[in-house]
């Protein structure tokens, strides 16, 4: 079995092995070393990356006790590994705050974590049961201040579950040796990651949503550098709206209420004044038998509120078009008793259309310029 260093010391960056076997897959080789601080991908944790005898390293995996390294080439005799370690410490904070937000979500409510995954930008923790957004407000508090207290970080190790007599979470049986990742006061969790040594070098964690998932919910949250990045990142983009609004940063919620209450109210009002347009237009119709309309102005449910006014002014055939030549037109075809369903089917063969709908009412959107619109009923006449 490969001698597991990052067990031991988590913070080791650089090490040397002697490579045992190094056998070509479909990726490149795989590389087994008898000792090894490169953590393999398990329990929700990615795995690290780096450098293995020169050779980048793709992937690590454990499978029966060996730990296997991806790698471009071969290797053999002695290497030296060098651990990304940037990516091995954010890995660290966030499974570390991950524990202690699952370690307070089960002593609070006895919700267990059924499902945990670290993306490459967030975190998501799947639980049993239902969390309100207010519940977790004082978990995230409680989170915090355990990393404001520098708690150290306990791992021990017991030949067997049966040797360990404390309580600890787990979300299965474990059979040989025990390892068990503790916060004194926050948590105890069965555990093979990488941590942090004190809670104080997860720096900060940051719950970002809860949504219902299954019969429990799914918890979204950033930790340590990630989260700074992110509120950072945040409050930029908070700044510029604000200044946008002319309010304050911290009342940019009542602007934003106040600038869509004010856009609703236009919206209102400049709808009176197209369906007072529209009227207007459809009079214009009266009395007419073949109405072709052009126009770049009306959306699709205008086009169609145009089309119903207008058939109370005439009987005849109304084509009415909206939209561009480089982005194509939406269309309705209507005439009071009529059929138009074979002319809806050559419209839209032969101006490369989609719709349809009832014998004497039709939409649908063409990819035609207005040229060709004219063309196609030109030629029915």
């Known amino acids: 079995m490969t001698e597991k260093l990052y067990d031991a010391n988590a913070y080791l960056k650089t090490f040397t092995a002697q490579v045992l076997s190094c056998e070509p897959v479909k990726d490149g080789y795989a590389v087994i070393l008898n000792r090894t601080a490169f953590y393999p ?60 937000v699952s370690g307070l979500v089960h002593s609070r409510f006895g919700y267990e974590n059924v499902g945990f995954h670290m993306g490459k930008e967030l975190i998501t923790i799947d639980f049993d049961g239902v969390l309100t957004w207010e519940q977790l407000q004082d978990i995230e508090l ?45 948590d105890a969790c069965a555990c093979c990651g990488t941590h942090v040594a004190r809670t104080g070098e997860i720096g900060l964690v940051k719950l970002l949503s ?48 106040r600038v869509l209450g004010e856009l609703e109210q236009t919206k209102a009002r400049a709808a009176s004044w197209e369906s007072l347009a529209l009227e207007r237009q459809a009079e214009r119709w009266a009395g007419l038998s073949e109405i072709l309309y052009i126009t770049g102005d009306l959306g699709p449910d205008s086009l169609r509120r145009l089309a119903i006014a207008a058939m109370e002014q005439t009987g005849g055939r109304l084509a009415l078009f909206s939209g561009s030549d480089e982005a194509g037109y939406a269309y309705v075809l209507a005439q009071q008793g009529g059929d138009l369903r074979a002319l809806t089917r050559a419209l839209n063969e032969g101006l490369r ?24 009923f030109a030629a029915l006449v």
């Open 41 to 100: 991908e398990g329990g929700g944790q990615s795995c690290d990356l780096g450098v293995l005898g020169g050779l980048r390293v793709t992937d690590v995996q454990e499978r029966g006790g060996e730990v296997i390294h991806t790698v471009p080439g071969p290797l053999a005799g002695e290497v030296e590994g060098v651990i990304d370690f940037d990516r091995r410490f954010d890995l660290m904070q966030q499974h570390s705050g991950e524990h202690l």
């Open 142 to 186: 409680a989170a915090n201040r355990a990393i404001w207290a520098d708690l150290e970080t306990q791992i021990t190790v017991y030949p067997s579950a049966d040797a360990c007599q404390s309580f600890y979470r787990s979300k299965k049986e474990i059979e040989g040796p025990l390892r068990v990742v503790s916060f004194p006061g926050v």
């Open 210 to 257: 809860v949504v219902k998932f299954h019969q429990g919910v799914r918890v979204e949250l950033a930790c340590g550098a990630r989260a700074f990045d992110l509120l950072a990142k945040i409050w930029q983009q908070n700044r510029e709206i604000s200044a946008l609004l002319s309010a304050k940063p911290l009342q940019t919620a009542p602007a934003v209420e």
């Open 353 to 376: 259309g989609r719709g349809g709908g009832k014998p004497g009412f039709s939409q649908g959107r063409v990819a035609a310029t207005a040229e060709e619109i004219r063309a196609f």
